[in-house]
């Protein structure tokens, strides 16, 4: 559990605070590429880290995040017209390019030139992996754009989607992290169901094969090895099989608020990030990111899981608490766990209404399952605390290129777990190439 102080620094992002001083010294992803999908097309309001922000795409192509408001008189540009290579405010018409350079102000004489001293809060841009990237720190703290994949791949191999969720972001993102609770909330069938259907996936009880998900026959206790990385850590949730292998299944936690999840199909299914976006204390961005390197194997019985994967862009929502996330309590009792629809959904649902929009975390009681939650708590809070005391995080500009690898497979029951570990890390290599690139 956490003092009420710490649970403070962790959850609030806004300007000033410790932890959003920590995020801003990170790429953040802004919005989806396709929020933008042409030069001078409509502008887009967001928030982010608690900001009211405008994005808008250039006539050649360059993408600007600027404040909302314009220096003037403080009106949203929002409904600027966006035209010649700049954002143009119609209150007055005040013009501002990607830079947030004033490049032109009708409204004064022709001689005057206050507008080459104005200028509007401007953020760097990157485009990568289908998705805006913004950095909102200090200038002369900005490190080279961490490529995970996105200039790596051809287009055919990524897709980016995005859904919003109304609660804080470190909420969505220990929920991510909780290798046991997907025994339980994604296993799809009322208990004992999997017992009848165990005939019908023991082709995945083996090693070498990636089981399908939660639904596979496995025990549903998992234990957990942790190592610490530079870039945050790796843990992996270990779980028996009836045929009396260990089920691995390995995810690595990137600060400050990346995970790479272990995908569907092994190393034959690429990668996949997830990325709580703080919007503001109270909602986020739940923001996925993923490559296919090789051809995902055809089976029928995957066939829906593909169906899933393939799906990309902003995903709408009908489900929200005060519906009460469309609960179908019939299909509870017959044949669902939950009786919520969709994966992302059932996440959404128990962390949205868990504890309230932000969390008194005071009040758990953690058991050794979560030990992967406890950690990224005390690295977020003990990095924030560091920048406090003028101590700049070490990962935003690590000029190493570094690889990341994630998996979950079948192993043999045999070997040590820590060999079972460097086997499935072995097995994934060269699926996901990351590096770092300088400006």
């Known amino acids: 559990m956490l003092s009420h102080q710490d649970n403070e620094l962790l959850c609030r992002v806004g300007p000033g605070t410790p932890m959003g001083n920590l995020l801003r010294r990170f790429w953040t992803p802004a919005m989806l590429s396709d929020e933008l999908p042409e030069p001078d097309c409509d502008p887009v309001r967001l928030r982010l880290l608690g900001e009211d922000l405008v994005a808008f795409r250039d006539t050649d192509g360059n993408v600007g995040l600027l404040d909302n408001y314009c220096p003037h008189r403080r009106a949203s540009i929002f409904f600027g017209r966006n035209e010649e290579c700049g954002l143009r405010c119609v209150y007055h018409g005040w013009k501002f390019d990607v ?7 009708p409204s004064e004489p022709a001689e005057s030139n206050f507008k080459d001293k104005v200028r509007i809060t401007a953020y760097p841009t990157h485009e990568a992996g289908g998705v805006i990237w913004t950095y909102m720190g200090p200038e002369d703290k900005q490190p080279g754009f961490r490529n995970f994949f996105g200039d790596a791949f051809p287009e055919s191999e990524w897709r980016a989607t995005k859904i919003i969720s109304v609660c804080n972001w470190m909420k969505g993102l220990e929920g991510n992290i909780d290798s046991s609770h997907i025994d339980y909330l994604h296993s799809g069938r009322p208990p004992g169901v999997e017992v009848k259907e165990a ?10 094969y990636p089981p399908p998900g939660s639904r596979t026959p496995r025990s549903h206790s998992p234990t957990h090895e942790m190592e610490d990385t530079w870039y945050g850590f790796r843990y992996a949730g270990l779980r028996k099989t009836p045929n009396g292998y260990t089920n691995a299944r390995v995810t690595d936690i990137i600060l400050p608020f990346y995970t790479l999840v272990a995908p569907v199909y092994g190393p034959l299914g690429g ?9 503001d204390d109270h909602s986020f961005w739940r923001l996925g990111f993923a490559t296919t390197s090789t051809p995902v194997p055809v089976d029928p019985r995957l066939a829906s899981l593909q169906a899933i994967i393939a799906q990309y862009g902003i995903k709408e929502r009908n489900q929200w608490a005060d519906n009460d996330y469309l609960i179908d309590r019939v299909a509870q009792k017959n044949y669902s766990y939950t009786g919520i629809k969709a994966f992302p959904v059932q996440d959404l649902a128990l962390v949205e209404d868990q504890w309230g929009p932000r969390a008194d975390r005071s009040l758990e009681s953690l058991v050794t399952s979560d030990q992967n939650i406890i950690a990224v708590r005390k690295r977020l809070i003990d990095a924030a605390v560091a920048l406090m005391e003028g101590q700049e995080p070490s990962g935003p500009s690590n000029p190493d290129a570094y690889r990341v690898h994630t998996a979950r497979m ?11 570990v460097e086997l499935v890390k072995k097995q994934t290599a060269g699926v996901v190439k990351t590096s770092v690139t300088s400006n």
């Open 410 to 420: 079948t192993v043999p029951d045999t070997l040590p777990i820590a060999e079972a």
């Open 271 to 279: 990668d996949n990030f997830l990325v709580m976006v703080p919007i």
């Open 199 to 208: 005939a019908d996936q023991v082709w995945f009880d083996q090693p070498g």
């Open 99 to 105: 830079q947030g350079n004033c490049v032109d102000m």
